[in-house]
């Protein structure tokens, strides 16, 4: 079955680095864009960043350009989101997601950015 499993989160202080992984699993990888998005308490999910099929195309939310790099193995079938230069609001539950042809959502990573 298709899954999507994030690991990396936790907490860190501002200012600090972390890189979250998504396996894949069950769906050919490689054929999929694929994004990182979040949620933090009493917001809406929104996309933070995504990486086109081959990994050569990526894309950024204002709010995280130039700190954050999405990136992708193909052969691990995995995708990274390397977060640096944290701030409190970027404190949410961060999930990877397939962007179509099916959509497909892990189970999320908390991460909390706090001194």
């Known amino acids: 079955q298709v899954q999507l499993v994030e690991s990396g989160g936790g907490l860190a202080q501002p200012g600090g680095s972390l890189r979250l992984s998504c396996a894949a699993s069950g769906f050919t990888f490689s054929a999929y864009a694929m994004g990182w998005y979040r949620q933090a308490p009493g917001k809406e999910r929104e996309l933070v960043a995504a990486?086109?099929?081959?990994?050569?195309?990526?894309n950024y939310a204002d709010s995280v350009k130039d700190r954050f790099t999405i990136s992708r193995d193909n052969a691990k079938n995995t995708v990274y989101l390397r977060m640096s230069r944290l701030k409190p609001d970027d404190t949410a539950v961060y999930y990877c997601?397939?962007?179509?042809?099916?959509?497909?959502w892990g189970q999320g990573t908390q991460v909390t950015v706090s001194s």
């Open positions: 997601r397939t962007r179509g042809p099916y959509v497909y």
């Open positions: 990486i086109s099929s081959t990994g050569i195309d990526t």
